[in-house]
């Protein structure tokens, strides 16, 4: 199994990453409960191998960004490709609002660069999809921002084959974050099209294995490596494509690492299989 997924020549990550949207307070709003807490399950999973982190200005908002900072500046010499979004507005805790116009979005863009210490971004994802303003008008102001240095890659969340493919005709899109999990699997045409296109294929919410908890083929296959449910989710996830980047993100330093176990998980063709048919 290939751990590792190149955005280009010079950026290529481990393909097991992070992401902070666990790490604000109830319902991805206001602050953490214990931010040095948050700030240490960042520089842990950093110390651990991890290369990418995915993040959003939504996240708190702004505050899973202040304690990644505040985690990279700790590590200085940690080689990081830092991944955000803009796109949602926040109204309170579970609210979340699309806003595609041009000039919010080019103001999000500089409040992340400013709220995560960066003078690039390496790769920013337009969160949703505004259906009240054209996407030419969406991607074009973060094109435009990718030719004055601050962008890098431009990528997408939660979206269709079709828009993916209009997208493309407006700027070149290097990834898609879509919502994918061992039993949810309704964008499987999504991550097909990210296979043939060489995408990073980033599923949000990897780990819906609550339900699954039970199931006695998962319990045996978890057993046999030691491991959790959660942990076969990831393997099973880094087993389907090598262009599927996981980001499981949790508040704790002791669950954080036992995810980075998951990369070491070779599933057999039979466990595969076993898996596959649990959705």
């Known amino acids: 199994m290939k751990k590792t997924f190149s955005f ?162 407006i700027v070149p899109i290097v990834s898609v974050q879509n919502r994918y999990n061992l039993v949810d699997r309704a964008d499987e045409d999504v991550l097909h099209y990210a296979e043939q296109h060489h995408l990073a294929f980033i599923p949000w919410f990897p780990l819906a294995t609550g339900k699954l908890a039970a199931d006695q083929r998962l319990q045996q296959i978890a057993a046999k490596y030691d491991v959790g449910p959660a942990q076969i989710a990831l393997a099973w996830l880094l087993k389907t494509s090598e262009v599927v980047l996981p980001i499981p993100g949790t508040k704790s330093v002791v669950h954080a690492l036992e995810n980075l176990k998951a990369q070491e998980i070779e599933l057999s063709e039979e466990e595969l299989n076993d898996l596959n048919e649990l959705k």
Do not use: C
Not at 75 to 80: A, C, D, E, L, Y
Not at 98 to 123: A, K
């Open 8 to 169: 280009d020549k010079e950026l290529t990550v481990n393909r097991l990453g992070y992401g902070t949207m666990q790490l604000p307070g109830k319902g991805v709003w206001g602050p953490s409960t214990d931010p040095q807490n948050a700030i240490k399950v960042l520089t842990t999973v950093l110390d651990n191998g991890v290369d990418f982190i995915d993040t959003a200005d939504a996240y708190g908002p702004l505050f899973a960004n202040l304690y990644l900072k505040k985690a990279l500046q700790q590590r200085p010499h940690t080689k990081v490709m830092v991944a955000t979004k803009v796109g949602l507005t926040r109204q309170g805790p579970d609210k979340w609002t699309p806003n595609g116009r041009p000039e919010y979005l080019r103001q999000q863009v500089e409040l992340n660069l400013f709220s995560l210490g960066l003078d690039q971004i390496d790769l920013l994802q337009l969160h949703r999809v505004d259906p009240a303003v054209p996407l030419a008008e969406q991607l074009g102001v973060l094109r435009d921002m990718q030719a004055e240095g601050k962008i890098k890659h431009i990528g997408l969340s939660q979206v269709s084959v079709q828009q993916l493919e209009e997208a493309q005709k």
